[in-house]
């Protein structure tokens, strides 16, 4: 059965049409500039070349038009009509407390996602904008909806409640939530495969590390504690995103710059990061290239990066008392080779050796301890589509 993957923005949409029986992607897209006067809608079908057209996206609707047009094309499409697709998996951002796992869209399902869109302003009301223009446009189809928080909500209390008065969690339900869950979930699963122990039977540390980055401890098959919190904007360093700090720092800057705190908010989430210490970019590859130039920010600024990341994988060794294997994935963690080393050199207490050789590759699943390391270590790619299409699956 084809699924249809859909991870929706404000202004985009991103596509993926997946094979569930062989887990192939048979072509994916991406529809930008959604409710601008000049929209553009990128189709790329399984070894063809990427196809780019300006087209008029007034509003989202127009946008899955756009996609069902791209799939079914005549000369460039991949399927002949949208009987050939079985059902859409929608990556929704925050499920509250409400969703501990997917789940198929109905009208009770969209109220309680609504119901978390002051817990995620920017993106919640993007997804149910998608949901409800996908069953519009494909009446029929099932809907299934896959939360980036649902995995984290195994944690405990001691982990998820902030120490502030209560009566904030009991009122909006501020607590931490984490993300990336469908991502340290597929992660995981696939780390305890590949060191051949039961899933509920192993200690894991994944480190999804991307422009947004999240740390989270996985215990024999239940996330335990993750390092991002009510938002993504805490725990490590980011790309643009400044990960923990002291909140005070946000009334002072307000106060001395005049700003409003949403404005220090915006700036902590948009221009912070590896992008302000380095002052260059958020893209480690352009970080890579100053540090060979000698550029001292640049060097700080991927030491800092490393440094938060070492922080969390030592506390969450300790949370779990113990940890059995360490996997890097998403964009740095499976193609930044020094910030690797830099990481691993700092866990030979844990019992961590690194494979250099190994360590010396991109964007594939591969061992990078040495045999005798007491801790696994291992680069696994993350595919959240594929994890996407794999829930919807099973739930229709
Ligand atoms: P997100 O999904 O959070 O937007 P990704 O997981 O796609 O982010 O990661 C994007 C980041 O990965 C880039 O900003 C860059 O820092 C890093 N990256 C991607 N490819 C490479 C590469 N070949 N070498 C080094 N870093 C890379």
Redesign the pocket.
């Given at each position: 059965m084809n699924i249809l993957v859909i991870n929706c923005g404000s202004s985009s949409l991103k596509f993926q049409l997946i094979d569930s029986e062989s887990e192939k992607c048979l072509g994916k897209g991406l529809c930008e500039r959604i409710g601008e006067a000049k929209g553009v809608v990128n189709f790329t079908p399984d070894g063809g070349d990427k196809i780019s057209l300006e087209k008029p996206l007034p509003d989202h609707k127009s946008a899955f038009d756009a996609v069902i047009a791209q799939l079914t094309d005549e000369n460039t499409g991949i399927i002949k009509d949208m009987k050939e697709v079985g059902a859409v998996g929608h990556r929704v951002i925050h499920g509250g407390e409400y969703f501990s796992e997917s789940v198929v869209i109905d009208d009770d399902v969209i109220k309680k996602i609504e119901a978390c869109n002051s817990l995620a302003p920017l993106h919640n009301p993007a997804n149910i904008i998608g949901i409800k223009a996908s069953m519009e446009v494909m009446p029929g189809i099932k809907n299934v909806a896959v939360f980036d928080t649902a995995f984290h909500q195994t944690m405990d209390k001691k982990a998820y409640l902030y120490a502030i008065p209560n009566e904030y969690y009991e009122k909006y339900k501020i607590r931490r939530y984490g993300f990336h869950g469908t991502s340290h979930s597929f992660v995981s699963k696939r780390a305890a495969e590949l060191v051949n122990k039961p899933y509920d039977k192993v200690k894991t540390i994944v480190c999804?590390?991307?422009?947004?980055?999240s740390i989270c401890a996985v215990e024999n098959g239940k996330s335990v504690d993750t390092s991002m919190g009510l938002t993504p904007l805490a725990g490590v360093v980011?790309?643009t995103r400044s990960g923990d700090i002291d909140p005070s720092i946000v009334d002072v800057i307000a106060r001395e710059e005049n700003l409003t705190t949403a404005d220090v908010i915006d700036i902590l989430n948009k221009k912070s990061g590896?992008t302000a210490l380095s002052g260059i970019?958020?893209?480690?590859?352009?970080?890579?290239g100053a540090i060979e130039n000698g550029d001292e920010r640049a060097k700080v600024a991927m030491e800092a990066y490393a440094h938060a990341i070492v922080r969390y994988v030592g506390a969450y060794a300790a949370v779990m008392n113990g940890v059995d294997v360490i996997a890097f994935?998403?964009?740095?963690?499976?193609?930044?080779?020094m910030l690797r080393e830099m990481v691993m050199s700092h866990l030979e207490y844990l019992g961590v050796k690194i494979n250099k050789e190994a360590n010396n590759t991109?964007?594939k699943e591969i061992m990078i301890s040495s045999e005798d390391s007491k801790v696994k270590v291992f680069v696994i790619p993350?595919n959240e589509e594929l994890a996407i299409a794999r829930e919807t699956l099973e739930l229709i």
């Amino acid at each position: 059965m084809n699924i249809l993957v859909i991870n929706c923005g404000s202004s985009s949409l991103k596509f993926q049409l997946i094979d569930s029986e062989s887990e192939k992607c048979l072509g994916k897209g991406l529809c930008e500039r959604i409710g601008e006067a000049k929209g553009v809608v990128n189709f790329t079908p399984d070894g063809g070349d990427k196809i780019s057209l300006e087209k008029p996206l007034p509003d989202h609707k127009s946008a899955f038009d756009a996609v069902i047009a791209q799939l079914t094309d005549e000369n460039t499409g991949i399927i002949k009509d949208m009987k050939e697709v079985g059902a859409v998996g929608h990556r929704v951002i925050h499920g509250g407390e409400y969703f501990s796992e997917s789940v198929v869209i109905d009208d009770d399902v969209i109220k309680k996602i609504e119901a978390c869109n002051s817990l995620a302003p920017l993106h919640n009301p993007a997804n149910i904008i998608g949901i409800k223009a996908s069953m519009e446009v494909m009446p029929g189809i099932k809907n299934v909806a896959v939360f980036d928080t649902a995995f984290h909500q195994t944690m405990d209390k001691k982990a998820y409640l902030y120490a502030i008065p209560n009566e904030y969690y009991e009122k909006y339900k501020i607590r931490r939530y984490g993300f990336h869950g469908t991502s340290h979930s597929f992660v995981s699963k696939r780390a305890a495969e590949l060191v051949n122990k039961p899933y509920d039977k192993v200690k894991t540390i994944v480190c999804h590390i991307g422009n947004g980055a999240s740390i989270c401890a996985v215990e024999n098959g239940k996330s335990v504690d993750t390092s991002m919190g009510l938002t993504p904007l805490a725990g490590v360093v980011m790309g643009t995103r400044s990960g923990d700090i002291d909140p005070s720092i946000v009334d002072v800057i307000a106060r001395e710059e005049n700003l409003t705190t949403a404005d220090v908010i915006d700036i902590l989430n948009k221009k912070s990061g590896v992008t302000a210490l380095s002052g260059i970019s958020a893209d480690f590859r352009d970080i890579s290239g100053a540090i060979e130039n000698g550029d001292e920010r640049a060097k700080v600024a991927m030491e800092a990066y490393a440094h938060a990341i070492v922080r969390y994988v030592g506390a969450y060794a300790a949370v779990m008392n113990g940890v059995d294997v360490i996997a890097f994935t998403a964009g740095v963690g499976e193609n930044q080779i020094m910030l690797r080393e830099m990481v691993m050199s700092h866990l030979e207490y844990l019992g961590v050796k690194i494979n250099k050789e190994a360590n010396n590759t991109r964007s594939k699943e591969i061992m990078i301890s040495s045999e005798d390391s007491k801790v696994k270590v291992f680069v696994i790619p993350t595919n959240e589509e594929l994890a996407i299409a794999r829930e919807t699956l099973e739930l229709i």
